[in-house]
């Protein structure tokens, strides 16, 4: 399904986007506290991505791994199916 919207969100979204919008050009213009918020913003945005980075590695190293070691024998009893039954169950209701 397509996600809807609402006018709340878009209002949200908008002013999230002028208030960037602002600080970012504060900080061109020089403003101290517009360079210290894009700062903290920007390393923000960058921990995340090195951090996705080093996922994306580790997930890399992990299908590397699976894929070099042989796969672990399966036991011949395990089947979609219960065991047979040796002893047939007793008839409760006849007794």
């Not at 504060?26 to 996705?52: E, P, T, Y």
Request: proline share 6%; net charge positive; with cysteine.
């Amino acid at each position: 399904m397509i996600q809807r919207f609402s006018i709340a969100k878009l209002f949200l979204l908008i002013t999230l986007a002028a208030v960037g919008s602002l600080t970012v050009r504060q900080a061109f213009l020089g403003a101290d506290w517009a360079k210290a918020v894009s700062l903290v913003v920007f390393a923000a945005v960058l921990w995340i991505v090195v951090h996705m980075c080093f996922g994306l590695i580790g997930y890399v190293f992990m299908q590397l791994a699976q894929s070099l070691t042989p796969e672990k024998g399966q036991s011949p009893f395990a089947t979609d199916t219960p065991a047979p039954q040796i002893i047939p169950p007793k008839n409760v209701e006849s007794e």
